[in-house]
């Protein structure tokens, strides 16, 4: 009997070891987001739960308990509802297409985009594209990116890098 706790003691331990020591710090899927997302047919403010990681990224809003809005985009791919189409032709026709294709990726993310300057702004940091007026800010516990038409707003995400 006495064997037998340790071992279940052990076991716990190996799991809460295996399972949180190699993870990677990302956006928790579990923990809400308030989510402001405005683009051509879409105006929508709730709550959401955001997955992402360098490969992938999938933001899901929902309205009482029902699923309004759900995001899916890689390097390659981004899809609304899923309505797919690639990532250039989504960042062309609804962000800025002097930005890189994977994009959308990296904002959902918060990380800086490549080849834009990153200006610090408090516990985080500033992009802009003057071309498209495009403007990018990641703050603590907060991600913004707007053009004149496009909005994601995420408030309650995690500390900026």
């Not at 991600?143 to 496009?150: E, V």
């Amino acid at each position: 009997m006495q064997l037998s706790r340790y071992f279940k003691a052990a076991t716990l331990v190996l799991c809460c070891v295996v399972f949180t020591a190699c993870s990677h710090k990302s956006y928790l899927a579990n923990e809400p987001i308030l989510v402001t997302f405005s683009m051509k047919d879409y105006k929508i403010e709730d709550y959401g739960f955001l997955g992402a990681n360098e490969k992938a990224a999938m933001l899901n809003v929902y309205h009482s308990g029902t699923l309004i809005l759900q995001i899916e985009t890689n390097k390659d791919t981004t899809c609304i509802d899923n309505k797919c189409i690639s990532s250039k032709a989504f960042m062309g026709d609804f962000i800025c297409q002097n930005l890189p294709d994977d994009s959308l990726l990296y904002i959902l993310n918060g990380k800086p985009l490549p080849n834009l300057t990153k200006k610090p702004n408090g516990f985080g940091f500033i992009q802009n594209e003057p071309s498209c007026n495009f403007e990018y800010e990641v703050q603590d516990r907060g991600i913004k990116a707007k053009t004149d038409k496009f909005l994601l707003s995420l408030q309650g995400v995690h500390d900026a890098d």
